[in-house]
């Protein structure tokens, strides 16, 4: 087993996979001047990780639920349903939306009203769905996130000459410094993947879930490879282009959730304006092209990373493709129906209770909560 491994390792990094030919692992050694990323430093974004996990907490507590209070969002107590063994035996098992004829032999076999098998239902499907609140704090940290990366990655480029000149990028390949500030935006940013990885179980679960996983792996694996293979130029300026869309997502969700329509309009719409600029302009147009096409002015003979790295950004593109047909399909609902609302977010159904309306219903006072009509609540990379 340990000669399989160990076979398995000089394979992975065999030479000939990362870098130009006529270069090998001991040309990549520090000295005088020169500064080079180093494969192990990756190990290094799992703690990173769980570092954004622990201010995540604090951020999500601390600040969001004081700043969704001040914007009038309302924390939901959810009405549990009476425990019932035969029917959540059926809402696990067979189907969370019975039929009017599967609601009535579930009634006859809990000898119970249609009205009230009706009712665990509604209400033990509300337990599945997450409250605004919690909707709220998770837009929250991810506007967070990607506002401070699109700032801090603007500051570190800014000066740089690839950011003006993607030429730029292949100038002096593979025998390019590695910049301090380069070093802490990879950090960052794989890490904080890292975090949205071991948090999928707990985070909000969309219809586009699986899109999410792929999208995450996609961007782990992109960032490693560049690191290893010193595309580091490159990565920071995909990382860049990306970051710089999201959090205007982010911000509209928050004020959808907070119920500011106009607001979440026009920050929907600005958006969308800089996801068709970032993704179906610059990535394909200015990143793709960095990747497939130049290379070849320095090299005749592509080395095997050319086309893993190559494929793992078409797949990201395709990516960009599938959310912007959503995104359109959005927009196009909204020019003619004057309606933002995204489909890929269940919605909660009447029967949840606020704080108020539950001390007032302790009172003996009668009170109903309206539904909410959760628009844009889908997150998206």
């Known amino acids: 087993m ?3 491994l160990k076979t398995l390792n000089s394979w992975f990094w065999w030479e000939n996979i990362w870098m130009p030919i006529n270069c090998t692992w001991a040309d990549f050694v520090d000295r005088e001047g020169l500064v080079f990323p180093k494969p192990h430093q990756l190990y290094a974004t799992i703690p990173y990780a769980f570092v954004l996990l622990i201010i995540r907490f604090f951020s999500e507590r601390y600040v969001a639920i004081p700043l969704a209070k001040a914007l009038g969002i309302k924390n939901v107590r959810r ?7 035969v029917l959540e035996s059926y809402f696990r098992e067979c189907s969370r939306q019975p039929s009017q004829s599967e609601i009535k032999g579930l009634a006859k076999k809990c000898n119970c009203t249609v009205h009230l098998v009706e009712k665990w239902f509604r209400r033990r499907r509300n337990l599945e769905i997450p409250t605004v609140l919690r909707k709220f704090q998770e837009a929250f940290w991810r506007f967070s996130f990607y506002l401070t990366s699109s700032i801090v990655g603007f500051i570190f480029l800014y000066d740089k000459p690839w ?12 025998f390019q410094t590695l910049l301090p ?5 990879y950090m960052a940013e794989i890490g904080f993947y890292w975090s949205l990885i071991f948090t999928l179980g707990i985070d909000i679960k969309r219809k586009d879930f699986m899109a999410h996983v792929v999208h995450h792996l996609a961007a782990i694996g992109l960032m490693s490879g560049s690191w290893c293979g010193n595309y580091v130029r490159l990565g920071t ?9 999201d959090f205007w ?7 959808n959730y907070a119920r500011w329509e106009k607001t979440c309009n026009i920050l929907f719409i600005i958006f969308s304006i800089a996801f068709f600029i970032t993704r179906m302009i610059l990535f394909p147009f200015w990143i793709l092209r960095a990747t497939l096409y130049l290379p070849t002015y320095y090299s005749t003979t592509p080395v095997i990373a050319y086309f893993l790295f190559n494929g793992m950004l078409l797949t990201l593109q395709g990516l960009h493709l599938y959310w912007g047909y959503l995104i359109f399909k959005i927009l196009k609902r909204f020019v003619f129906l004057k309606d933002l609302k995204d489909d890929r977010s269940d919605e909660e159904e009447e029967d949840s209770l606020t704080d108020t309306e539950e001390e007032s219903t302790k009172s003996g006072t009668k009170n ?3 539904s909410s009509k959760h628009l844009l ?5």
């Open 2 to 4: 340990a000669y399989i």
């Open 79 to 85: 009405v549990k349903p009476q425990p019932n063994p």
């Open 163 to 174: 950011f003006y000149d993607i030429w730029q990028t292949w100038v002096g390949y593979p």
């Open 181 to 185: 500030s380069q070093y802490w935006y």
């Open 237 to 245: 300026l995909v990382m860049f282009v990306h970051d710089t869309a």
């Open 249 to 255: 997502l982010e911000a509209a969700k928050m004020f």
């Open 368 to 370: 109903s909560s309206g």
């Open 377 to 381: 609540s889908s997150s998206h990379h």
